[in-house]
């Protein structure tokens, strides 16, 4: 199985902030990567597929980037919606994995 | 609009089974595969399996081969997953997730609401 590893597990910022997460694969999955947003009691919500490709309605503060075994999803300016927790998945392979989260917490 | 409606929470004692229904509307529900993906309290997401609605074909994983079972009443445009031999560790919010594949790009687009289910004696 692809073990997906993101970090930081939890992260304080601040709005107007920059945030950057990080994910990576055990092994190559060249873009199969897909980011997600979770808030408490809601399904996960597709934010970025193909490592970088933002999904309709989306806002473009969301980026992603990378290849390979390394990717980033960067929020450039934080707003107060954005408060969530936020995983990475690969899509390569089955079992699909996902990352452990990142926890997006209010400074 | 596309929706994924999953049915209501389930209550279980240890060893007993439960059958989660995830109902497709606004699409054409033969065309994408589904998956199941489960949460615990506080956990990741976990991929359990999935079915390509078209042709049935399933596909688990092996964590929880043998205990689970997904599959679909395409007139129903309905899709299940059987869950066996429940234990505590097995409390968890259960969702069908429908997943695009498309040049390149393969991913989760539309998700059910979820069903919460507890395992507890």
């Known amino acids: 199985d692809i073990q997906m590893t993101q970090s930081p597990s939890s992260l304080s910022a601040s709005i107007g902030d920059r945030v950057t997460v990080t994910c990576r694969a055990s092994?190559?999955?060249?873009?199969?990567l897909n980011w997600y947003q979770q808030k408490p009691g809601k399904a996960p919500n597709l934010l970025i597929s193909?490592?970088?490709t933002l999904q309709s309605g989306v806002p473009s503060r969301f980026s992603g980037s990378g290849s390979g075994t390394d990717f980033t999803l960067t929020i450039s300016s934080l707003q107060p919606e954005d408060f969530a927790t936020y995983y990475c998945?690969?899509?390569?392979?089955?079992?699909?994995?996902f990352g452990q989260g990142t926890k997006v917490e209010i400074k | 609009q596309v929706q994924l409606v999953q049915s209501g929470a389930e209550v279980k004692k240890p060893g007993a089974s439960v059958k989660v229904s995830c109902k497709a509307s606004?699409?054409?529900?033969?065309?994408?595969?589904l998956h199941w993906v489960r949460q615990a309290p506080g956990q990741r997401l976990e991929w359990m399996g999935w079915?390509?609605?078209?042709?049935?074909?399933?596909k688990y994983s092996q964590k929880f081969q043998g205990r689970v079972t997904i599959t679909r009443d395409t007139p129903a445009d309905t899709a299940y997953m059987e869950f066996t031999s429940l234990r505590s560790e097995d409390t968890a919010v259960y969702y069908c997730?429908?997943?695009?594949?498309?040049?390149?790009?393969?991913?989760?687009?539309?998700w059910g609401q979820g069903t919460l289910v507890t395992v507890s004696s």
């Open positions: 193909a490592a970088s």
């Open positions: 606004g699409y054409i529900f033969t065309g994408y595969d």
């Open positions: 997730a429908r997943e695009i594949d498309r040049g390149g790009a393969r991913y989760f687009d539309f």
């Open positions: 092994q190559s999955i060249t873009s199969y």
């Open positions: 998945q690969q899509s390569y392979s089955s079992p699909r994995t």
């Open positions: 079915i390509s609605v078209g042709n049935g074909n399933t």
